[in-house]
């Protein structure tokens, strides 16, 4: 566990980002390592469905995610305010949740894959090895989950470096596997998610034991969690606006995707290959977004609003840093990047171009993410929802539909960009505005 709430902040936030970004660097490896063995080894139909895939397992867990980062974000104010009662009780409530969720969704998820397929109007060629896949990933989703739910309650304690141990192990794992069920047994797709769904068996293991053997006043057992509903009620009320969030972001994403998808089989994957890279350029300032909402969440929670300030100010330094030279890389590098996935010149071709419209704007994304990242660790969640109301269905799906009609597939690319920027614009705004300081659950009194 780690008090966040007195230190440097610049130096506490580094420390604590940093585990997270590696390990997301890792976790974007089962996608990575995925989609170069199907583009490699099983051919660019392969590829096309991994990446066609993704929006629809991104809809499915939205709520669930959100959820998660709500519970994180209570267990860190609890946590600020030296209230470990409440903190154990968040824990029981989060972990119930977490598997009726798992339960529900999969049993959605497996019913559902093909008709929300057709519904994106992936092409015939590929709608069976995408059907498959994901149904695969299905039913591992309470492995996904239980992971993803003991890692939102090490964050919230201060603990980024413990998950990402777990992911380390586990994406070692996943590479010799999809390299085992591919090249050796020739399992194709399906070897490929059936990797995936034990690395993140490992991975929810291993962090389990690891918290249930080193931290005792956290010490868990199944079979006497207890529900806490104002804990539960206090979760949505930052969570589901989060969840929401989430889901209309993957809503615009499949919307995008059923656009995209009309260009055929070449475009998808071009766009799933550059969009693995894209993950990548991205993961800085959504780490550094979700480091700085654990230390908001603490601060104010301990009734310091002017240090979570000076830490938003060291966060945005930090994450304008980084993307300056990620977007450096991307421009030079782009099309090696691409490359590592397919040798289909076409395919690349798509990439790249991708790659070199959305990445000078990577600062406004940057800014947004980390801006809404002290936004949520505050516990207001709507201001976020409404930047990705207006910002994802007011302006890039119109955009995407109308530039695409005019500039052909570079059109869609375009309007990427734009929806970042007026996000960034709503974000900014509210963070002037300070009312931000004035949201915390944990100790409202402290921080009136």
């Not at 397992?57 to 409440?86: P, T």
């Not at 070692?172 to 047994?185: A, E, G, M, S, W």
């Not at 005792?216 to 969840?243: C, H, M, Q, Y």
Request: glycine share 10%; hydrophobic share 55%.
């Amino acid at each position: 566990m780690k008090d966040l709430t007195t230190g440097n902040e610049t130096k506490l936030l580094i420390m604590f980002a940093v585990p997270m970004l590696i390990g997301n660097v890792f976790q974007q490896f089962y996608n990575m390592v995925d989609s170069w063995v199907v583009g490699r080894y099983v051919g660019t139909d392969a590829l096309a469905a991994v990446g066609a895939s993704f929006p629809i397992l991104f809809f499915m867990v939205a709520l669930m995610m959100g959820f998660a980062m709500g519970s994180n974000i209570l267990i860190a104010q609890y946590f600020g305010a030296k209230n470990m009662a409440k903190v154990r009780a968040a824990i029981d409530t989060t972990y119930l949740v977490i598997f009726w969720a798992s339960v529900v969704l999969t049993l959605a998820g497996l019913l559902a894959a093909e008709p929300i397929l057709r519904l994106l109007r992936l092409p015939e060629t590929i709608l069976p090895l995408a059907a498959r896949y994901l149904r695969i990933i299905f039913g591992g989703l309470i492995l996904m989950f239980g992971y993803n739910g003991v890692s939102a309650v090490l964050r919230g304690l201060g603990d980024s470096t413990t998950p990402l141990y777990m992911l380390i192990l586990s994406t070692l794992l996943n590479i010799v596997l999809d390299l085992v069920f591919v090249r050796v047994f020739g399992w194709g797709i399906e070897g490929v998610a059936w990797a995936t769904v034990i690395a993140q068996g490992v991975s929810f293991i291993g962090s389990l034991v690891y918290l249930n053997a080193t931290h005792e006043v956290l010490r868990t057992n199944f079979l006497k969690l207890r529900f806490d509903n104002e804990i539960f009620k206090a979760s949505l009320k930052i969570g589901l606006p989060s969840g929401l969030q989430q889901t209309l972001v993957s809503l615009g994403i499949m919307f995008m995707s059923a656009v995209v998808n009309g260009f055929g089989t070449t475009v998808i994957a071009g766009f799933a290959a550059a969009s693995r890279i894209d993950s990548f350029v991205g993961m800085p300032a959504m780490n550094i977004g979700m480091a700085l909402s654990t230390f908001t969440g603490q601060n104010l929670g301990a009734g310091k609003p002017d240090r979570a300030r000076r830490g938003y100010h060291a966060a945005v330094a930090i994450g304008m840093g980084i993307t300056a030279v990620l977007v450096a890389v991307l421009l030079l590098f782009g099309e090696v990047l691409v490359g590592i996935f397919t040798t289909d010149p076409a395919v690349i071709a798509v990439g790249v171009q991708y790659l070199s419209v959305i990445a000078p704007f990577y600062f406004a994304f940057t800014l947004m993410f980390v801006t809404n990242g002290l936004i949520r660790g505050s516990g207001e969640a709507i201001v976020p929802l409404v930047s990705t109301l207006v910002a994802m269905w007011l302006v890039r799906i119109p955009c995407a539909v109308i530039f695409s009609s005019v500039w052909g597939l570079a059109g869609i690319w375009w309007s990427m960009p734009t929806g970042w920027i007026l996000g960034m614009a709503i974000a900014v705004s509210y963070y002037r505005s300070g009312r931000w300081t004035r949201k915390s659950l944990a100790a409202p009194k402290a921080v009136a």
